[in-house]
């Protein structure tokens, strides 16, 4: 049932509030400023003894999993990293004692992740899963994990269980902080951001019609560019990732320190530039970036904190704290990708060639 809305994925982005409401229900605790995860069966020497965290996943799942290495590194201070699982499985990849694995799906039945948790898990790995679905392959062949309660996910875009998926990293990463060398006062600012979220989503739904006027001026270019620096740079990917796969508009998404290097050769007025800009300490090379792509006619829409009349348009969002600002600066992306879908008269709920969950090789 798509509750009154047009397509299941303006439902499933309009949840949202939601959807991360329930992913972080019962997990905090304000006494320690403490994640409470049961399902990680894992006590705290165990948490405390590994050196380096290694995410996998496919499609948006890997994108979601590049935030949360992040978060982990940011707030617990553990090298990790996110890479396809479909990649992984097949490079023979070193399993190291100390190093946690972690496997995300919505569906817990892509067979490139769960075949990579079986590879992991012959080798001795330690593998934990972020998956929506309960009792799914994946939740039921790994170690233990977070499940992310985000309700069924229709459309084949993957929206709410992005946004869920990055929440239970933020959890996962407080969790690891806080028996290392996270502060009690850093744990309750991530505890308060946490909690801020969901109304937070809400302000940013408002901005709908905003975002579907952008949606029709930028739908008739033929190919779009995403640009975004450390915290805003998955967040490109995934924004890239919504316009591909719905609207069939050709999208990159770069690393905006990386244009230099190559792609700045794109730039001229028919390929306009998203970019994801945070207030964050990256800000003002964000914004020389937009002058560079300005010196060479590119158009600009600029998604971040602020207005800057370096960018043609601006679509500004709540500020969180910094380290969870990724999760709310991907929320007008899904609008923007899914009212350039509606403008092209796409299939918006079941896109050409794509199924929901891929369980083949
Ligand atoms: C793809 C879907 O094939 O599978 C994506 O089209 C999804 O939307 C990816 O992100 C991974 O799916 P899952 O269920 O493993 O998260």
Known sequence: DNG??????????????????????????????????????????????FRRVKIIGCGSAYYSGQIGAQLIEELARIPADAEPASEFRY??????????YVAISQSGETYDTLAAVQELKRKGGRVLGIVNTVGSAIARETDGGIYLHAGPEVSV????????????????????????DLSPADGRRIC????????????????????????????????????GRVRGYPVAREGAQKLKEISYVHAEAYPASELKHGPLALISPELPTVAVVPDDEL????LTTLGEIRARHGRI???GHRTSEAAD?????????????????TIPLQLFAYHAAVALGRDVDRPRNLAKSVTVE
């Open 4 to 49: 009154g809305y047009e397509h299941y994925l303006l439902k499933e982005i309009s949840e949202q509030p939601d959807t991360v409401a329930r992913t972080l229900r019962g997990r905090i605790d304000d006494r320690f400023h403490i994640a409470h995860l049961g399902g990680l069966n894992m006590d705290a020497r165990e948490t405390r003894s």
């Open 313 to 329: 348009d601006c679509i500004v969002v709540p500020r969180n704290e910094v380290e969870l600002d990724p999760i709310l600066l």
């Open 91 to 100: 490079r023979s990849p070193v399993v190291e004692p100390d190093t946690l």
């Open 157 to 180: 875009a993957s929206t709410k269980a992005f946004t869920s998926t990055a929440v239970a990293f933020a959890l996962l990463a407080l969790h690891l902080g806080r028996v290392r």
């Open 301 to 303: 829409l600029m998604v």
């Open 192 to 227: 308060d951001g946490l909690r801020r979220l969901p109304e937070q989503i809400k302000e940013i739904l408002t901005l709908e019609d905003r975002i579907r006027e952008l949606a029709k001026k930028y739908a008739d270019a033929p190919g779009m560019m995403f640009v």
């Open 283 to 286: 800000l003002d090379k964000n």
